[in-house]
């Protein structure tokens, strides 16, 4: 069955330090995979997805992932974390013949000044 | 245009009471999901419908909840009657993706219903 771990639940950096949320997936062919972001009291905003192609994925607000088959892995990064990155982020994969996505947990993160 | 736009945003309602939660897709999507969202259980799929058919209603928790979707711009969820542990955030996404490839969601900004 296909599912999504992100190991860490809660993330505390200082603003300008760099970021990584990790994600690992579990499913049996090439999956879509998919970041999302929440912040307090809104729904969840698409950050970047990866279909094919380059395995390095730029999104929005700066952000980018990175595909890695060998390590079932799609973690999230950012070189300089500002205050209003603070929020919760999600892992998504969503298998071919389906359009229905699998969430992972969620990773807050909190940001420093 | 102007998202996924869900009503109401807050609601406060007694334990027994009818609840209807309403949704309006994006135009052009095909794909309308229901979700609920509490700090113990996270985010849980309650429905999905494409092309306003219910495709995997296996999420829903019980029969006192109900989600239909009569056309292409509007579905509705109902808890009939409601209890407290139905406090959550519901929320409404959509999606332009078929029946093989996941485009990812465009979710609503949800509706925060207070059971008392």
């Known amino acids: 069955a296909q599912s999504v771990t992100q190991p860490d639940i809660h993330i505390t950096v200082s603003e300008g330090a760099s970021l990584e949320l990790r994600c690992n997936y579990s499913?049996?062919?090439?999956?879509?995979l998919f970041w999302y972001v929440q912040s307090p009291g809104q729904g969840l905003q698409l950050l970047l997805k990866?279909?094919?192609?380059?395995?390095l994925v730029q999104g929005i607000k700066g952000f980018e992932a990175e595909f890695k088959r060998s390590q079932s892995s799609f973690n999230l990064r950012k070189p300089s974390v500002h205050w209003s990155d603070a929020a919760e982020y999600f892992c998504?994969?969503?298998?071919?013949?389906?359009?229905?996505?699998?969430f992972g947990t969620g990773t807050r993160l909190q940001v420093f000044p | 245009d102007a998202g996924v736009i869900q009503s109401p945003r807050h609601e406060v309602t007694e334990m027994g009471q009818e609840v209807t939660l309403r949704c309006k897709p994006i135009?052009?999507?095909?794909?309308l999901f229901w979700y609920r969202q509490t700090m113990m259980r996270g985010l849980e799929l309650l429905i999905y419908?494409?092309?306003?058919?219910?495709?995997?209603d296996s999420g829903m928790p019980e029969d006192r909840f109900s989600a239909k979707m009569p056309n292409a711009s509007f579905s509705t969820l109902k808890i009939q009657p409601s209890e407290p542990r139905d406090s959550a955030v519901y929320f409404c996404?959509?999606?332009?993706?078929?029946?093989?490839?996941?485009?990812?969601?465009?979710f609503g900004s949800g509706t925060r219903l207070t059971v008392v």
């Open positions: 996404a959509s999606s332009l993706g078929g029946d093989e490839i996941p485009y990812g969601y465009t």
């Open positions: 499913y049996g062919a090439t999956p879509y």
């Open positions: 990866y279909f094919s192609g380059d395995t």
């Open positions: 998504a994969v969503g298998p071919y013949g389906t359009d229905k996505l699998i």
């Open positions: 135009s052009g999507h095909n794909s």
């Open positions: 419908f494409n092309n306003n058919v219910p495709i995997d």
